[in-house]
């Protein structure tokens, strides 16, 4: 709307004017249609989102799916890095390490818990079923009612049971013990009778230190950790890793406050990524200014809410995909000023009638073909992905 006519504009009055004094017309008609060829923008508008296609592209090689070009920008400023611990930070493959039933047997209190969890997509819910390891009669189960962030209760075989955190079980008026050990205790009650509690245990992935360090050195000024996980179990995962900052015990409601508050917090150039496998996190994935979502455990909702998806679940791919986006960016801006500074000075040439067709031509396709050979750098990922190998 504005470069187009403008540059018309000139070059009318470059060809009328100086024509009308001197008489020259050949000359002066000639010298804008120069300054025409010149001020065509295509090393701009080709190069610029050119860079970004090779940007998304070298992130897709290694397995992270962008979204959109706008979201490779936003994750080349994101200072602050908020998790997810379950899923995210951990494998999510919790296992049975202390069993402490009460009124019942161990073999009752894991087949109930594992009946009610019949229908959960909760890792703790599946690993429950598998710590079972029996074919589950889901004809015995019914009313099933899952509580995000607390646990599920349901009929099995006409009782009531229930299955969840100490708070679950607390907010149903029972007083659940409490473990002696670490670990994430799944308590259980039956017919309103606390009925004791198993105590699983979730192993860090392997990468996730590693992925935390690559963060820092990415620049990273803040990494936090937010779940729904019990203080004892988010302390250690959170020492074991080296976070800056831990929140336990929140309902998914309260992972977005934590977010509200981060952002209202944040410097306004800086951005926030939010990392998460959407149980009980999408809300917060979309909230914030990046969401970057587990591909391969994460639920649907999480790839759908999410701008950026690991589609190999590696936490370490997020400080990769930030030096991607960055990378990407620099060639961008290498591009838009080379491109404008060359443009600019043949402009001025172009108008003073110094400037030849050749120069002309050169400032439109030589630098539109230098900028194009620059913007496919944005592909190649070798060296980057060297520097990942931990
Ligand atoms: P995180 O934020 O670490 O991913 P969640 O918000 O998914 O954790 O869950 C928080 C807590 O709620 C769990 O640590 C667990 O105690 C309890 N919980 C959630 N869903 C279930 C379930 N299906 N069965 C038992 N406990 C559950
Ligand atoms: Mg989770």
């Not at 500074?341 to 110094?354: H, R």
Request: glycine fraction near 8%.
């Amino acid at each position: 709307r504005v470069y187009t006519p403008a540059v018309v504009a000139i070059a009318l009055l470059t060809a009328i004017i100086p024509s009308l004094v001197t008489g020259e017309w050949h000359k002066w008609v000639y010298t804008a249609m120069t300054f025409l060829v010149i001020s065509c923008p295509c090393a701009l508008v080709i190069s610029v989102p050119l860079s970004f296609f090779g940007g998304i592209g070298c992130a897709s090689k290694q397995g992270v799916l962008v979204k959109g070009s706008n979201y490779l920008e936003a994750l080349s400023h994101a200072e602050i890095v908020v998790m997810d611990k379950t899923g995210t930070l951990t494998e999510g493959k919790f296992h049975v390490t202390q069993q402490n039933a009460v009124g019942i047997s161990e073999a009752e209190q894991l087949e109930l818990a594992a009946l009610a969890e019949s229908a959960s997509n909760h890792p703790i819910g599946q690993s429950l079923r598998e710590a079972y390891g029996k074919e589950l009669d889901t004809s015995r189960v019914q009313d099933i009612q899952e509580s995000a962030g607390h646990g599920v209760s349901a009929l099995v075989d006409g009782k009531k049971v229930l299955a969840g955190n100490a708070a679950y079980l607390q907010e149903a008026g029972l007083e659940p013990l409490v473990p002696r050990q670490t670990g994430t205790a799944v308590h259980v009650a039956v017919d309103g009778v606390y009925a004791g509690y198993l105590l699983i245990a979730d192993v860090v992935k392997p990468h996730s230190a590693a992925a935390i360090k690559g963060l820092k050195q990415a620049g990273v000024r803040k990494t936090v950790m937010l779940t729904g996980d019990a203080e004892p179990v988010a302390k250690a995962v959170s020492a074991e890793l080296g976070l800056d900052e831990y929140h336990a015990g929140l309902l998914p409601g309260d992972k977005v406050d934590q977010i509200e508050t981060l952002l209202a917090a944040k410097q306004p150039k800086e951005n926030l990524a939010f990392v998460g496998d959407g149980i009980n996190d999408a809300p917060v994935l979309s909230r914030a200014d990046v969401g970057i979502a587990m591909g391969a455990l994460g639920s649907d909702a999480a790839i759908e809410a999410a701008d950026v998806v690991l589609m190999d679940d590696d936490p370490a791919k997020i400080a990769l995909a930030m030096r991607i986006a960055r990378r990407t960016l620099r060639i961008v801006y290498q591009n838009i000023v080379f491109a404008l500074a060359i443009k600019f000075a043949c402009l001025v040439l172009g108008a003073l009638g110094l400037a030849s067709m050749w120069t002309a031509i050169f400032a439109d396709v030589g630098v539109m073909v230098l900028a194009v050979l620059n913007a496919t750098r944005a592909l190649y990922t070798k060296d980057l992905a060297k520097k990942n190998v931990q």
